[in-house]
Every structure is written in C-alpha cells, then in structure tokens.
C-alpha cells in the first residue's frame, strides 16, 4: 500500500485548505482511511477517517465541522484498488499548523475511531502552516 499527501503549505487564519492522499495497492481489507496530523512537540492525533467503499465516514468531535473527508477517483473494478482522498479544512486556525499524514488501516470495530495503532501504511505527510 502507498499513500503519498500533498496540498499543504502556507496560509492565513480563517482560510481554507484542501489536502489529497493519492492512495494506492491496497485491498477492500484496507479501505479505512483515515487523517492525522501531529503539531511540533505533540503526539499524533487522529482527526477523521473514511470507508472508501462505502462512503461512511467519522470524526472526532473537535474534528466536526471544519474537518470533512472525502474520496473520489476509486476503482472498484482493479485490484489492487487506487483512489484519491481529500480532507477539506475550512476556517483554519493558527493551532491547525502541523504535519498532516493520511494512512491505510483495519480498524477493529466498524470503522472505528481513528487510533493510531489500527493504521499500518502511512503518507510521508504534508506541512500545514497558519499564520494569524
């Protein structure tokens, strides 16, 4: 499985962003897909993540509303599978700045709730910067 991120960079506070995973080799096995981002000396954190096969996503509660994942461009009909997915920031705060990683993994439970040791392939990550 390959996830490689794209889409940071810098901008202003109150600005919006969208990030890409362009994700690929993976099987329906690994089709969570879920975003971290990890600021300068602090742990990883999950925000959202996403069932690219069905569509059903979820997102820790800090992460509704101006966190929104999505996908497109999966092919079902080729296996090993690739798809694009996005996470679309909107009013971003200074606090927002980090390094932003997309990963592949099996939650145990449904989709489950974004915990780091449920991913096993990771992006090498994307800088976000804010600037007030």
């Known amino acids: 499985v390959h996830l490689v991120e794209s889409g940071g960079g810098l901008v202003e506070a109150g600005e919006s962003l969208r990030l890409s995973c362009e994700v690929s080799?993976?099987?329906?096995?690994?089709?969570?897909i879920g975003w971290f981002r990890q600021a300068p000396g602090k742990k990883r954190e999950g925000l959202t993540c996403?069932?690219?096969?069905?569509?059903?996503?979820?997102?820790?509660?800090?992460?509704?509303g101006r966190f929104t994942i999505f996908s497109d461009n999966l092919k079902k009909s080729v296996i090993p599978l690739s798809a694009t997915v996005h996470l679309q920031i909107d009013d971003l705060k200074v606090e927002d700045s980090a390094v932003y990683y997309c990963a592949a993994g099996i939650p145990e439970d449904g989709l489950g709730e974004v915990r780091e040791y449920e991913y096993y392939y990771w992006g090498q990550g994307t800088q976000v910067a804010v600037s007030s």
């Open positions: 080799g993976f099987t329906p096995a690994e089709r969570t």
């Open positions: 996403m069932n690219i096969w069905d569509g059903n996503t979820w997102s820790r509660g800090f992460a509704k």
